[in-house]
C-alpha cells in the first residue's frame, strides 16, 4: 500500500509534537515553580521592603489624616486602597491607582510601596508575564488540563496504589522517573487536583458566564458580576472626603466577629463615591465580607459572602483555597510542601518523555536549562532589585534563554546541570548576603530571616544535588 504521508512531512509532524509537548510541559512548570513560592507572597514583601513600620493598630483620627495627604497627593484616581494591619500582614499602606504609600506607626507617611520582585513572580504564577487578560485564560486552561492528566494517570496505571511505596532510584533514568513521578502523584493528588480545580476557575469563568449570561441574564455579560459580587450602591451624594475612619470605626459594633484588613473607597470625588470595608471572617474560607458605606462612613449594607448563597460563597472562596491563606502559616507550609512536589511531578513527567526518546538533541539541553535556569533567573533579578532597584521582566527572561544557551553550548546533561547548580546556589549566598549588607539588623525581623534561611537552605539543597566529582570522572573515562 502506497504511503500517503511523505517521511518529510512525517518527520516535521513528529518534530512539531515534540515542541508543542515541550511548550506545555514549559508553562506548567513555571506556573508550579511560582505558585509555590506565592503562596508566601506576604512574606517576600515583607522581605523585599523591610525597613517599614511594623505594628498592629493605627489611631483612627491617624488613618483619615493619612488618607487625606495621599488623597491630595493623587490626581485623577477613580479608587482609593487601604491595606489595614494583619497578623500575616502587619503594616498599613494607602494607594490610589497609581501607587502608594507605607504609613509610619506615628500616622505619617512612610516609603512608597515597591514591591516588584515579588509581582514579577506572582504574575509569572497568574498569567505567565503575558497580556494579563489572555494570560489568566492561558493558566487556566492549564488547570483543566491538569485536572485531565491527574484523573487519567490513574486509570492508566493500574497498580499506582499496590507500588505506592516503590522508588528505584539507582536504576534506569526511567524507572528513576517514573517511580519520582508516580510516589508524588499519588500521594499528593487530593491536594494537586484542588489545586487544578481552584486554578482552572479564575480565567474559565470569564469563558463560562459567555455562556451562562444568554441562560440566565438574556445575554447580559454585566449582569453576572453584580448577581455573584453584589450590586454598587446607588448614591447622589454632596462632593466630599470620604469618611474611611468613621466607617472602620462602626465595624466592632456591625460585625464584632469579622477582622478588617482592607478598605477600598469606589468612585472618588464623585456624586456615586462609597466606601467598601473588607473583613475576615475566620470561620469562613470565603476572602472577605464586603460591608458597604456611603461617602460619610453611614453603613449601608453587607454582600453577604459570609452567609449568602452556597455558590457565592464558593466561589469567594477559591482564592483562599487556591493560595493556603487560611488556618495560618503552618498551612502555607504545608501548601508549599505540596507545591513543590506537585511542580517536581511536572518536571519528571517531561523527563520520562525524554528517557524513552531514543535520540537526544537540543530539546534536551533547553528543557534541562529552563528547569534550572528559573530559580537561577529569580534569584539573579531580585539581587539587581535590592542592589540597583531595578525591575524588568526582560531581565528576567533574558536570564532563562542565557542559561538554556550554556545547556546547548556545554551539550552534556551532567555538566550543565552540575554547573546550573552551582550557579543557582551561588546567587542565593550572593542573594542573602548583598541582603545582609544592605539592611543589617533588620535582617533578622521575623520574615526576613526566615526567607533568608530558607534562601540559605535552597542553597545547600542545589548543592547537595549537584552530581559527585566521582561521576564526573566516570563521564569523562567512557
Known amino acids: 500500500m502506497k504511503q500517503l504521508l511523505s517521511p518529510t512531512l512525517v518527520k516535521n509532524s513528529l518534530s512539531s509534537h515534540s515542541w508543542l509537548g515541550l511548550l506545555v510541559g514549559v508553562m506548567m512548570y513555571l506556573v508550579c515553580l511560582s505558585g509555590t513560592l506565592a503562596v508566601f507572597y506576604q512574606e517576600f514583601e515583607r522581605w523585599e521592603q523591610p525597613l517599614v513600620d511594623e505594628f498592629q493598630a493605627l489611631p483612627q483620627d491617624s488613618l483619615q489624616s493619612a488618607y487625606e495627604e495621599v488623597l491630595a497627593k493623587s490626581g485623577d484616581t477613580h479608587h482609593m486602597y487601604i491595606s489595614l494591619p494583619s497578623e500575616s500582614m502587619p503594616r498599613v499602606s494607602i494607594s490610589n491607582d497609581d501607587g502608594g504609600w507605607f ?18 513572580l506572582t504574575e509569572l504564577h497568574i498569567f505567565l508575564h503575558l497580556p494579563e487578560d489572555f494570560g489568566v485564560i492561558v493558566v487556566s486552561i492549564l488547570g483543566a488540563l491538569l485536572c485531565g492528566l491527574i484523573i487519567s494517570g490513574f486509570f492508566a496505571h493500574p497498580r499506582i496504589f499496590r507500588d505506592a511505596f516503590i522508588l528505584r532510584l539507582k536504576g534506569s533514568k526511567h524507572l528513576e522517573q517514573a517511580d519520582i513521578h508516580n510516589r508524588l502523584s499519588v500521594w499528593g493528588a487530593p491536594f494537586h487536583l484542588m489545586i487544578a480545580i481552584t486554578g482552572a ?45 468613621k466607617a472602620l470605626a462602626q465595624m466592632p459594633s456591625i460585625a464584632p466577629e469579622a477582622s478588617p484588613f482592607y478598605i477600598t473607597v469606589e468612585d472618588v470625588g464623585s456624586a456615586q463615591q462609597y466606601i467598601v470595608v473588607g473583613a475576615q471572617h475566620h470561620d469562613r474560607l470565603i476572602y472577605s465580607e464586603q460591608y458597604h458605606f456611603d461617602g460619610s462612613g453611614n453603613y449601608l449594607d453587607k454582600v453577604g459572602f459570609s452567609d449568602g448563597e452556597v455558590g457565592s460563597q464558593a466561589i469567594f472562596s477559591v482564592y483562599r483555597l487556591h493560595f493556603g491563606h487560611y488556618g495560618g502559616f503552618f498551612v502555607k507550609v504545608l501548601y508549599g510542601i505540596f507545591g513543590l512536589a506537585l511542580t517536581v511531578v511536572s518536571v519528571s513527567g517531561i523527563n520520562i518523555w525524554f528517557a524513552r526518546r531514543k535520540s537526544r538533541d537540543a530539546l534536551n539541553n533547553l528543557w534541562l536549562g529552563l528547569v534550572w535556569g528559573t530559580p537561577l533567573a529569580l534569584s539573579a533579578s531580585a539581587i539587581i532589585q535590592l542592589l540597583f532597584q531595578f525591575h524588568s521582566l526582560g531581565l528576567f527572561w533574558l536570564s532563562l534563554v542565557a542559561c538554556s544557551a550554556l545547556a546547548q553550548t556545554i551539550n552534556n546533561d551532567l555538566l550543565a546541570k552540575t554547573l546550573l547548580l552551582k550557579l543557582n546556589a551561588a ?3 550572593g542573594l542573602v548576603l548583598a541582603y545582609g549588607i544592605l539592611f543589617g539588623s533588620k535582617s533578622f525581623q521575623a520574615a526576613p530571616l526566615g526567607i533568608n534561611i530558607s534562601l540559605l537552605v535552597a542553597a545547600a539543597v542545589f548543592l547537595w544535588m549537584s552530581p559527585r566529582k566521582s561521576q564526573l570522572r566516570a563521564m569523562s573515562n567512557t
Open 103 to 120: 504609613l509610619n506607626s506615628d500616622g505619617s507617611l512612610g516609603e512608597k510601596v515597591s514591591h516588584e520582585w515579588t509581582h514579577l
Open 201 to 245: 476557575y479564575f480565567g474559565l469563568a470569564l469563558l463560562i458566564s459567555l455562556v451562562v449570561s444568554p441562560a440566565f441574564f438574556d445575554g447580559d455579560t454585566k449582569a453576572i458580576i453584580p448577581a455573584i459580587f453584589g450590586a454598587e450602591p446607588e448614591l447622589d451624594q454632596t462632593l466630599h472626603t470620604a469618611e474611611v475612619a
Open 427 to 429: 546567587s542565593l549566598i
